[in-house]
Nanobody, 125 residues
Framework: QVYLAESVGGSVQGGGSLTLSCAGS????????MGWFREVPGDWKRELVA????????TYADHVKGRFTISRDSDKNTLSLQMNSLEPGDTAMYYC??????????????????WGKGTRVTISS
């Protein structure tokens, strides 16, 4: 079993920066695909933000490319998301997620296997 816990999110003004962290535990986590997803208010869909496979290969959603950076520390089982140039449209509940390697190959289209409880990020204009 894998457990994931996100750090507390926050509220910042547009143009600002915020870093999210996720602490994971569980056997084999270092071999898993890991990523960040988000749910925008009023939209039930959980969409991909960014993901990274066990080798460090990253995938980003188009709307965050150049602004967000995902990174992982496999020794510590942690995952981070550095978010810069934040926009009101980035306001969402952010979820840390992990899954078997094929989840990264699928680019998040098939979901993930384990989820954190989520952390709220609010960006004001």
């Amino acid at each position: 079993q894998v457990y994931l816990a996100e750090s507390v999110g926050g509220s910042v003004q547009g143009g600002g920066s915020l870093t999210l962290s996720c602490a994971g535990s569980g056997s084999g986590l270092r071999t898993f695909c890991m990523g960040w997803f988000r749910e925008v208010p009023g939209d039930w869909k959980r969409e991909l933000v960014a993901m990274v496979d066990k080798d460090g290969t990253t995938t980003y959603a188009d709307h965050v490319k150049g602004r967000f950076t995902i990174s992982r520390d496999s020794d510590k089982n942690t995952l981070s998301l550095q978010m810069n140039s934040l926009e009101p449209g980035d306001t969402a509940m952010y979820y840390c997620a992990a899954g078997w390697a094929g989840r990264c190959v699928a680019g998040g289209r098939n979901g993930m296997d384990y989820w954190g409880k989520g952390t709220r990020v609010t960006i004001s204009s």
